[in-house]
């Protein structure tokens, strides 16, 4: 694509960022240009927010419905899966698993809970009833 057609169609993430795009100058050379986004790919990245939407109320639901602890929530949440939570809160996947079981999450001790609500930014009182704050 030539420099001047790099589209410029302003998206979700344009006032935030811009992005890098090559495309080619007036003498056929590639080059970069700064790129407000996309309709194609706005369009797409509006889809997966509403997709990760949908999980985090599917989440919550099942936090309700005691099938669920907490954790799945913020989880779905923070967008992050055993490994990555594990991987902050030095537990073993197997225990985060048995974690997630309400009946086990409600026996946890404050320690292991601060470890979570450490891990996903929130506090322990927040953790319990999915209460989020963002600055």
């Known amino acids: 694509m030539k420099k001047e057609n790099v589209p410029q169609d302003m998206g979700a993430l344009g006032k935030i960022t811009k992005e890098v795009c090559y495309a080619t100058d007036s003498s056929g050379k590639y080059t970069t240009e700064l790129s407000n986004g996309w309709d194609v790919k706005n369009e797409a990245l509006n889809v997966a927010w509403k997709e990760v939407e949908e999980r985090i109320a599917k ?77």
């Open 59 to 135: 989440a919550r639901q099942q936090v309700l419905n005691g099938a669920a602890s907490p954790l799945l929530f913020f989880m779905e949440y923070r967008l992050m899966g055993i490994g990555i939570l594990a991987g902050y809160t030095g537990y073993w996947k197997w225990q985060i698993k048995r974690h997630l079981k309400p009946e086990v999450f409600k026996r946890l001790s404050e320690k292991k809970l601060q470890k979570y609500a450490d891990a996903f930014n929130v506090k322990v009182d927040e953790l319990k009833t999915m209460t989020v704050h963002e600055a």
